[in-house]
């Protein structure tokens, strides 16, 4: 588990960088198949852009997008395989069932209110090392919803994807589309990651760190 934690944080720093190079390429945001500079956007992002024939109002900055465009789909696929053994390692040690799966008594709204009552009024909290309902509901809601959300918009950005499996863009509404869809799956994750981290370093930043790459979970932790 605690493998796979570390190689997804990786992928994901990664991932985020060579996106926001990718991103700056063309910072203007389609619905449907095709988009371009001579058609109106659904959104623009007031960003410059690394390529002058995209009209932002800005200085144009240093063209990246071949060396983030290779890294960005080697952390994908790598961050994949990765996923899939997470899965797979927590299906056959109970770590899904026991630690994710909510218990009877955490699936209601009262559960999850109680949690984030707690922590909008910085209330101590005794967890035993156990997710409380708020963390069950995100961990999964990111492991099985938004990843694969991330996974399957990415690929469709593919032509080698399009041309196999046209159905898997044409679902999401067409290439444009899926890469809409991906911009603000990534942000969704982008702050889950930085709440993640928040909550990390309220409960104790290197204590928690530290059990996360040794393994070890000292007494007052728990």
């Given at each position: 588990?605690?493998?796979?934690?570390?190689?997804?944080v990786f992928c994901f720093l990664?991932?985020?960088?060579?996106?926001?190079?990718?991103?700056?390429?063309?910072?203007?945001?389609?619905?449907?198949?095709?988009?371009?500079?001579?058609?109106?956007p659904l959104f623009t992002l007031?960003?410059?852009?690394?390529?002058?024939?995209?009209?932002?109002?800005?200085?144009?900055?240093?063209?990246?997008?071949?060396?983030?465009?290779?890294?960005?789909?080697?952390?994908?696929?790598?961050?994949?395989?990765?996923?899939?053994?997470?899965?797979?390692?927590?299906?056959?040690?109970?770590?899904?069932?026991?630690?994710?799966?909510?218990?009877?008594?955490?699936?209601?709204?009262?559960?999850?209110?109680?949690?984030?009552?707690?922590?909008?009024?910085?209330?101590?909290?005794?967890?035993?090392?156990?997710?409380?309902?708020?963390?069950?509901?995100?961990?999964?809601?990111?492991?099985?919803?938004?990843?694969?959300?991330?996974?399957?918009?990415?690929?469709?950005?593919?032509?080698?994807?399009?041309?196999?499996?046209?159905?898997?863009?044409?679902?999401?509404?067409?290439?444009?589309?899926?890469?809409?869809?991906?911009?603000?799956?990534?942000?969704?994750?982008?702050?889950?990651?930085?709440?993640?981290?928040?909550?990390?370093?309220?409960?104790?930043?290197?204590?928690?760190?530290?059990?996360?790459?040794?393994?070890?979970?000292?007494?007052?932790?728990?």
């Amino acid at each position: 588990m605690r493998v796979t934690h570390w190689i997804t944080v990786f992928c994901f720093l990664a991932l985020l960088v060579t996106g926001v190079e990718i991103l700056l390429s063309h910072p203007r945001f389609y619905w449907g198949e095709t988009g371009n500079v001579n058609m109106h956007p659904l959104f623009t992002l007031h960003v410059p852009s690394s390529r002058a024939m995209v009209p932002t109002g800005y200085a144009v900055l240093p063209d990246q997008n071949g060396w983030s465009r290779y890294l960005h789909f080697e952390a994908a696929w790598l961050i994949i395989l990765t996923g899939i053994v997470y899965v797979l390692a927590s299906l056959w040690n109970g770590h899904l069932r026991r630690d994710l799966l909510p218990a009877r008594e955490q699936r209601n709204w009262k559960a999850y209110a109680a949690v984030l009552g707690r922590y909008l009024h910085r209330a101590p909290v005794k967890e035993s090392g156990a997710y409380n309902a708020v963390q069950r509901a995100a961990y999964l809601g990111v492991i099985f919803g938004l990843l694969p959300l991330l996974i399957w918009t990415g690929l469709a950005l593919s032509p080698a994807v399009a041309s196999v499996a046209p159905w898997a863009v044409e679902a999401l509404g067409g290439r444009q589309s899926a890469r809409t869809l991906h911009f603000f799956a990534t942000v969704a994750l982008v702050l889950f990651f930085v709440v993640h981290v928040v909550m990390v370093t309220l409960a104790g930043f290197w204590s928690r760190t530290r059990a996360m790459v040794t393994g070890v979970v000292k007494e007052e932790q728990l």
